[in-house]
C-alpha cells in the first residue's frame, strides 16, 4: 500500500481521536477534579436530578442532606455539578417564599394560559 491509499485511514483516526476520545477524556478529567473538591457545606445536584448539600465525604462516598434531617449515602461520581447559591434560595427561583414549589406556569387545567394555540 502507498501512502496515499493510507490517507484516508489515517484522517478516519485523527479524526474518531478528536470527535471521540479527547471530549470523553476531558470530560472525566472534569469529574475527576469534581469529586475530589467535594467538601462539607457544597449545595450538590446529582445526575438524577436531586439536588442536597454534602454533609460528609468518605473516599468514594458522600453523605447529601436532600431535607431537613434526611441524609443519603451516594457514590460522589454520582454527583454531577456543585450548584451556586443556598438551597432554596434565590438560586432555586420554583421555590416561593413559603417554601412551596410553584407549578412552573401551568393553570390547574394543565395548561399553560396561553390563548390562540393549536
Known sequence: MTLVELLPFAAIAVAFWLLIIRPQSTRRKAQAALVASLAPGQ??????????????????????????????????????????????????PEVAA?????????SSDGDSGEAGRG
Do not use: C, N, S
Not at 61 to 76: C, S, T, Y
Open 43 to 92: 449545595h450538590i445536584m446529582t445526575t438524577a436530578g436531586v439536588f442536597g448539600t454534602v454533609v460528609g465525604v468518605e473516599g468514594d462516598r458522600v453523605h447529601v442532606e436532600v431535607a431537613p434531617g434526611v441524609v443519603i449515602e451516594m457514590l460522589a461520581l454520582a454527583v454531577a455539578q456543585v450548584v451556586a447559591g443556598e438551597p432554596g434560595g434565590a438560586a432555586d
Open 98 to 106: 413559603d417554601g412551596a414549589i410553584g407549578d412552573g406556569g401551568l
